[in-house]
């Protein structure tokens, strides 16, 4: 199973099964196949009896206990204290050979339970996906088919009346490509809602969503996580394949009665736009409402990521993988010893709302009219401010003050970079710092 993710409850995937819809791709209708009565829902896998972390302290025990126990017994028979030494080392190397067996046949389970459940995972989503794009057969009756879109969306208004809803904005770190996604999804899905908090039942922990999405007409709520391989400042590998912990927290979350979108921290920075038209798909598939995929009918499909095991996350990590698709400007600040500024052949003056009238300087090009409208590495902006001062940067001279770059080596080709006329819009955009 690839990015994009999605993962459907329990409820949306029967009613849909029971009122399936006539999907033309054509804007009109086409009959989707039901293969249900052929493919039955997976189990879920039985929980291996695996040896807990309180046997290996069980083993130090025995190994202190005998360690101090022998040497009194060898001077009590008389040993000497090299028989003494034999008794005690082998002793200590049984008690070793038997905790190295406890460590292999624990790690072997854990490894065949992980590889079950990440079968598991696989098989049901396309289970769920069977059950909500399927086409069925001729024989299915034509009460059944809910082709009016106001009688659909109550029914499922009826259903989602238990869903549950977040108790409040969450706390939680928010990933740096999530803001900028944001923009898109308002602008698409206007009840888009950013960091919300679902507790946990029977725990003091909670879940926070990155995003949530309501359809309001049907209530069908959409949880869109966006997903990245490591975290960025420790560089811990995250939502790995074999772990489980994404597995039981979108387990939850159907239970809860949301729909689960996943997406790569990638796809939503190079591809935002084909994020939300595979939203906009989901919205229609379950619903029926194609004005969301109308907006975004042109937009290319998402290509597909295969979701990556914690091996892959750290070599990922030790390759600063998220460098490579990230944006890198920057606002500098400071206090004093602004000092000068290099000089560069074009430049753009820039009225802004926090700065006043200000210069950005970009790039050795003669046509900088035409420059403006692509990628651009080489470009700051004077300093601004009467203290502290601050000035944009571009990812060129980040990549140098930041990343160790020398101004001899080339600029290093990549796709994060803006263009200047970008720039202004962000130079122009910022209200407070």
């Not at 919300?196 to 209530?219: C, E, L, R, W």
């Not at 940067?393 to 990549?399: L, M, N, P, T």
């Amino acid at each position: 199973m690839n990015y994009p993710m999605v993962f459907y409850p329990e409820a949306v995937t029967n009613f849909c099964r029971k009122y399936p819809l006539n999907l033309f791709r054509d804007n009109q209708i086409t009959v989707v196949s039901d293969n249900s009565s052929s493919v039955t829902k997976p189990q879920l896998p039985n929980l291996l009896i695996v040896p807990s972390v309180e046997w290996f302290g069980l083993i130090w025990l025995l190994w202190l206990g005998g360690a101090i126990a022998l040497p009194l017994l060898a001077v009590s028979w008389g040993w000497s204290w090299i028989e003494l030494l034999l008794l005690v080392s082998a002793y200590s190397c049984l008690i070793a050979a038997a905790y190295t067996y406890l460590l292999s046949y624990r790690t072997k389970l854990l490894s065949q339970y992980r590889q079950q459940m990440s079968e598991y995972q696989i098989k049901l989503a396309t289970y769920q996906k069977q059950q909500i794009i399927s086409e069925h057969p001729p024989e299915i009756k034509a009460q059944k088919l809910l082709t009016n879109l106001k009688s659909r969306c109550q029914l499922l208004s009826d259903l989602m009346s238990n869903r549950v809803n977040p108790i409040g904005h969450s706390q939680a770190r928010q990933g740096v490509s999530e803001e900028e996604f944001m923009r898109y999804l308002q602008c698409y899905f206007p009840s888009t809602v950013q960091g919300v908090q679902f507790k946990i039942p029977m725990s003091k922990k909670s879940y926070s969503a990155d995003f949530t999405i309501v359809h309001n007409i049907s209530g069908i709520g959409i949880d869109v996580e966006v997903d990245e391989p490591y975290a960025g400042l420790s560089l811990k590998p995250t939502h790995c394949w074999d772990e489980d912990s994404d597995f039981r927290r979108n387990q939850l979350f159907n239970e809860w009665g949301w729909i689960v979108v996943r997406f790569t921290e990638k796809q939503v920075v190079q591809a935002p736009l084909s994020c939300c038209k595979f939203i906009a798909q989901v919205i229609w598939e379950v619903t029926g409402d194609r004005s969301y995929l109308d907006l975004l009918e042109v937009q290319p499909d998402l290509l597909p990521v295969k979701p990556w095991t914690t091996k892959e996350a750290r070599r990922m990590a030790k390759q600063r993988y998220r460098k490579t698709y990230l944006l890198e400007q920057k606002i500098e600040g400071t206090y004093g010893g602004i000092g000068g500024i290099p000089e560069r052949e074009n430049q753009i003056t820039v009225n802004t709302q926090l700065f006043g009238q200000t210069t950005l300087y970009y790039g050795h090009y003669q046509d900088s009219e035409m420059r403006q409208n692509f990628p651009e590495a080489d470009m700051y902006m004077d300093w601004a401010g009467n203290g502290p001062f601050y000035r944009f940067i571009g990812a060129g001279f980040v990549r140098q003050s930041y990343y160790g770059e020398r101004n001899s080596q080339p600029i290093k080709e990549c796709r994060n970079d803006i263009s200047t006329r970008e720039a202004v819009k962000v130079i122009r955009s910022l209200s407070m710092l």
